[in-house]
């Protein structure tokens, strides 16, 4: 299985289109859709185009758009599921998720 390395795989917001999009060679490879919950960026859904499937190129979308995330001194929010297992399985992101309602602790 060939792996997309960071400089094949180039990730940037399209905010226009409100998500992450990677691209290899200038073609759509996968997104990730977002939206916002006042200063948490919400991660929202995750796709790799069938073409590229198979090659860790989510993995890389998920890495590289939340290296974006840290940079930007932001917290997220991952309501897509394939982000929240990546999440899990790379706890040296934990720091970026945003606590939820019922995360933080109740008032004394």
């Known amino acids: 299985m060939e792996q997309p390395s960071n400089a094949e795989?180039?990730?940037?917001d399209a905010v226009e289109a409100t998500r992450y999009e990677g691209r290899i060679a200038e073609q759509l490879a996968g997104f990730i859709d977002y939206g916002w919950a006042g200063p948490v960026l919400v991660l929202k859904y995750a796709?790799?185009?069938p073409e590229f499937g198979g090659r860790g190129v989510g993995g890389a979308l998920v890495?590289?758009?939340?290296?974006?995330?840290r940079a930007r001194g932001l917290l997220?929010?991952?309501?897509?599921?394939?982000?929240?297992?990546?999440?899990d399985k790379h706890?040296?992101?934990?720091d970026l998720v945003a606590p939820q309602a019922g995360d933080r602790p109740a008032p004394e």
């Open 91 to 94: 706890p040296e992101y934990a």
């Open 47 to 49: 796709r790799v185009l």
């Open 76 to 87: 997220m929010q991952p309501a897509c599921s394939f982000v929240a297992s990546w999440v």
């Open 9 to 12: 795989l180039a990730v940037t």
């Open 63 to 69: 890495r590289q758009a939340l290296d974006d995330v």
